[in-house]
Each structure stands twice: as structure tokens, then as C-alpha cells.
T-cell receptor, first 109, second 111 residues
Framework: KNEVEQSPQNLTAQEGEFITINCSYS?????LHWLQQHPGGGIVSLFM?????KKHGRLIATINIQEKHSSLHITASHPRDSAVYIC???????????WGAGTKLIIKP | DVKVTQSSRYLVKRTGEKVFLECVQD?????MFWYRQDPGLGLRLIYF???????EKGDIPEGYSVSREKKERFSLILESASTNQTSMYLC??????????FGPGTRLTVT
């Protein structure tokens, strides 16, 4: 079993829909990261969080430490949100990140 | 803004060639990482460095070596490139427990 599991693997939605991507992990962590990668593009960090909730524009990330679960929400989705969204965790025991497999999101106009 | 740059966006090399991939960051970060990214496999850590001249193997170090002579620069070396090293290579840097900042990636093709 992977230490970081994301769901769904693939998600296709219509423009304007509310999007939720989930991430579950099984190790103790100091932080959880959400990152974005557009097709052919580099990886950009969206959020780093260790508790509660963070918001940036139409993106919201939440984390429940007790349940070892995080969600990334996109409100009023737009075709430019089409990308791979990756969850990664910083384990408490070293510098390395443990990566989820990513969620490929396609938003249709 | 933190900037992580990589020496090439696209690179084509022949089997057996020695390949150098360079990564430079401008934010005085202690930690630097080299990943490869392949379809269906996600990001896999090759090597990382937490200080000058220090290096640690990641999950897939075979066939690779690294060099960190200066804090801002982390080089990935393929001593004898093989076709199974065709991949996207991504460099990242971070300071302590902060978020990772990625370079744009180098798409390497070995023929």
C-alpha cells in the first residue's frame, strides 16, 4: 500500500463545477503539500499546510491531521485549471517528500 | 521570488555518452533534489543534498551520480547514458521544512 494515496486518478468536469481532490496518508507528517503541473510544464507549489485550511483565489486546501486526510477544492472551475494535481507529505523523520501519484484534472468549456 | 533554473529544457544524447544536468537556485537553500518523472510512475527521487559536498541516495540512484561543490548548484551526472534513462528530470530546492521550489525540467532523450 502506498503511503500517500490520491483520489480520483482522473477527473473530467464542466467549466464552473466545484472540484474536490482527496489525499490520504499513513505516516506521521510535519506538513502536507499540494502542487500543480500543467501539461509540458514545471511543477508549482500551491499550498503547504500542517493544520486547518488555506485559501488562495479559487483554490482551498484543508487538512485533518487526526484522520490523516487532506482535500483540495477548486471553486468555479475553468479550463485553465486543467492540470495534474499532486499531493505530497513531509514525513517527520527526514527531508524527503513522499509523493502521491497525482490526479489528472480536465475542465471542459 | 525563488528561482530554480536548469541548464537545458530539451536534450538528446546517444547511448554511452556522459551527460551533465545542471541546476542552480538563487535563494541560498540548503536542500536540493533531483527527481525523474515518468508517465504512470510519478516523481521518483534520485539523489538529494542537504549541504555543500553532502549527498544522499534517493529511491533510484543506480546509473546516476551527483555533485554539489557550491551551495547554489547541484549537478546530476549520467556516467554512461542508457535508453532507459530517457525521462523528464526535475530539480528542486528547499530550506528546512519549507515548500519545494522546482525548476522547469529537462526532457532527456537517449537514443
Amino acid at each position: 500500500k502506498n503511503e500517500v494515496e490520491q483520489s480520483p486518478q482522473n477527473l473530467t468536469a464542466q467549466e464552473g463545477e466545484f472540484i474536490t481532490i482527496n489525499c490520504s496518508y499513513s505516516v506521521g507528517i510535519s506538513a502536507l503539500h499540494w502542487l500543480q503541473q500543467h501539461p509540458g510544464g514545471g511543477i508549482v507549489s500551491l499550498f503547504m499546510l500542517s493544520s486547518g485550511k488555506k485559501k488562495h483565489g479559487r483554490l482551498i486546501a484543508t487538512i485533518n491531521i487526526q484522520e490523516k486526510h487532506s482535500s483540495l477544492h477548486i471553486t468555479a472551475s475553468h479550463p485553465r485549471d486543467s492540470a495534474v494535481y499532486i499531493c505530497a507529505v513531509s514525513p517527520t523523520y527526514n527531508y524527503q517528500l513522499i509523493w502521491g501519484a497525482g490526479t489528472k484534472l480536465i475542465i471542459k468549456p | 521570488d525563488v528561482k530554480v533554473t536548469q541548464s537545458s529544457r530539451y536534450l538528446v544524447k546517444r547511448t554511452g555518452e556522459k551527460v551533465f544536468l545542471e541546476c542552480v537556485q538563487d535563494m541560498d537553500h540548503e536542500n536540493m533534489f533531483w527527481y525523474r518523472q515518468d508517465p504512470g510512475l510519478g516523481l521518483r527521487l534520485i539523489y538529494f543534498s542537504y549541504d555543500v559536498k553532502m549527498k544522499e541516495k534517493g529511491d533510484i540512484p543506480e546509473g546516476y551520480s551527483v555533485s554539489r561543490e557550491k551551495k547554489e548548484r547541484f549537478s546530476l551526472i549520467l556516467e554512461s547514458a542508457s535508453t532507459n534513462q530517457t525521462s523528464m528530470y526535475l530539480c528542486a530546492s528547499t530550506s528546512g521544512g519549507s515548500e519545494q521550489y522546482f525548476g522547469p525540467g529537462t526532457r532527456l532523450t537517449v537514443t
